[in-house]
């Protein structure tokens, strides 16, 4: 019988290996940061949680921090602010929330924003502390905002086609919210990639196909 092969370990095969290496630095021994950037439906969380899976294996504290809890609240989203690449998050608590107790080592504690009520929900508190590997994880983790705080910048491509039958894959028979993004996510990240040359300055690009 043949082997058989699990082709994320070939498609993910460099990003563990630059990974593995980054933690054997010295200056990497208080936890670093690795950033998760990329197309919808590309496979971003998929891909943080294969790395925790993998790391945690090998007795690695690996902890993910994700950017869709960092969507504008609807006061927030002014023809101004929406008009900006990489405006319709929030960068500035993502970073004031998360990067920067990370950077001290403490405890990361906001409200995530929930999507049905297109606000905080009061009764939710996430509360995390900060690990070995720290994976943030989304579109827009990369946004210049930030400044350079990660170890590792990965970008996610995926053509438009396979991107599509992804997010349809995800969400179901819901035609309007396919036709958002559409009309309106997937330009936006489009602008943001662009604008900021995103891609381009990633340590690591990793293919769908």
């Known amino acids: 019988m043949g082997t058989i092969v699990d082709m994320k370990e070939i498609r993910f095969k ?33 891909l943080a949680d294969y790395l925790q899976k993998i790391f945690a294996a090998c007795k690695v504290d690996t902890k993910i921090f994700h950017m869709d809890d960092f969507y504008l609240q609807n006061a927030q ?71 350079a705080p990660y170890a590792l910048r990965i970008f996610m491509d995926i ?4 991107q599509l039958e992804n997010i349809r894959n995800r969400i179901g028979d819901d035609a309007s919210r396919l036709e958002k993004f559409k009309t309106v996510w997937i330009p936006k990240e489009e602008a943001y990639f662009a604008a900021y040359k995103i891609e381009e300055q990633s340590d690591l690009v990793v293919s769908w196909s």
């Not at 502390?129 to 400044?147: A, C, D, K, T």
């Not at 053509?159 to 396979?162: N, P, Q, Y």
């Open 159 to 162: 053509d438009s086609e396979s």
């Open 77 to 147: 989203r002014t023809e101004e602010r929406m008009a900006e690449p990489g405006g319709n998050v929030d960068y500035e608590r993502f970073r004031e929330e998360v990067l920067i107790p990370i950077f001290y080592g403490d405890t990361v504690k906001y409200r995530p924003f929930n999507c049905r009520l297109m606000d905080f929900d009061p009764e939710e508190m996430t509360e995390i502390r900060p690990g070995r590997l720290n994976i943030v994880e989304g579109s827009y983790s990369q946004h210049p905002y930030f400044g």
């Open 14 to 46: 460099e990003v563990v290996e630059a990974i593995t290496e980054l933690l054997e630095e010295p200056e990497q021994e208080e936890g670093m940061l690795v950033a998760i950037d990329g197309r919808s439906g590309s496979g971003k969380s998929y």
